[in-house]
């Protein structure tokens, strides 16, 4: 029977790139859950017991540290699957996941996922490509964080989420924008407004839109093209 539109998986690249057979096999395990801004899914160190699958929801991967800050290596949007490293055996979890943008996503059990993995060609195949462009885009991120200015990392980042969103409008505090990009609330508040008086977007109260998309990946570094095209062939791909 076919699941509810809100249910379907094919709303998931992941999901949807998979062999009609394998897919079916995991529909029985796979359920909705909606995710809201802010909602944290799993946090570093945890021995995790799902895997997400965006259909809708943003998700982004953070590395935590002990002083209690942390700044985004990864986002996860409908291309991919949240708890990676679990799938692939690990003991514990290695990032926190935080809901970015809100939306729903399909979960199932890691335990159920692996082992459909052990027998199922296709699933391994389809969870290599997503780890080559998940590698890509952790590793892009890390020189971006490390080299270039706040402002052209806000706008790769806004970039990225308006790709994913969909929408001109979407919510994001200072507060969250800063951990996101692991720099004082203070910092991200003037590449903001750097941003804001180019005429690239607007930012009222939590809310920012974006008014001049192409002046927005002029001031982006390079980090978003290279990162969008490694997508845009992921998502071509097929088995």
């Not at 949007?77 to 949240?82: I, K, N, R, T």
């Not at 969103?165 to 969250?176: G, I, K, L, Q, W």
Request: charged share 25%; proline share 3%; net charge positive.
């Amino acid at each position: 029977m076919p699941l509810p539109s809100k249910l379907d998986p094919h709303k998931n690249w992941f999901l949807k790139g998979l062999p009609c057979d394998e897919l079916r096999r995991l529909r029985p395990h796979l359920h909705l859950i909606s995710g809201k801004l802010g909602d944290v899914l799993f946090r570093t160190g945890d021995s995790l017991e799902y895997l997400y699958f965006p259909q809708g929801a943003i998700i982004s991967i953070v590395s935590t540290f002990q002083e209690g800050r942390g700044v985004e290596v990864a986002l996860i949007g409908s291309e991919g699957l949240a708890g990676v490293w679990a799938a692939m055996g690990s003991k514990k979890n290695w990032h926190e996941a935080v809901v970015q943008a809100p939306g729903n996503c399909l979960r199932i059990k890691v335990a159920v996922f692996r082992a459909e993995l052990n027998r199922s060609a296709p699933l391994r195949d389809q969870l290599n490509r997503y780890l080559l462009f998940l590698l890509a885009q952790i590793s892009q991120t890390a020189g971006c964080n490390r080299l270039h200015r706040l402002e052209q990392r806000l706008a790769r980042w806004l970039l990225m989420t308006h790709d994913d969103v969909r929408s001109d409008e979407f919510h994001e505090t200072h507060e969250f924008l800063s951990y996101m990009l692991g720099s004082d609330r203070s910092e991200v508040t003037i590449a903001a407004g750097i941003l804001r008086k180019a005429g690239l977007i607007s930012y009222v109260r939590g809310k920012v839109k974006i008014l001049d998309r192409q002046g927005l990946e002029e001031a982006s570094c390079e980090c978003y093209k290279i990162i969008a095209e490694e997508s845009r062939l992921l998502r071509e791909k097929r088995n």
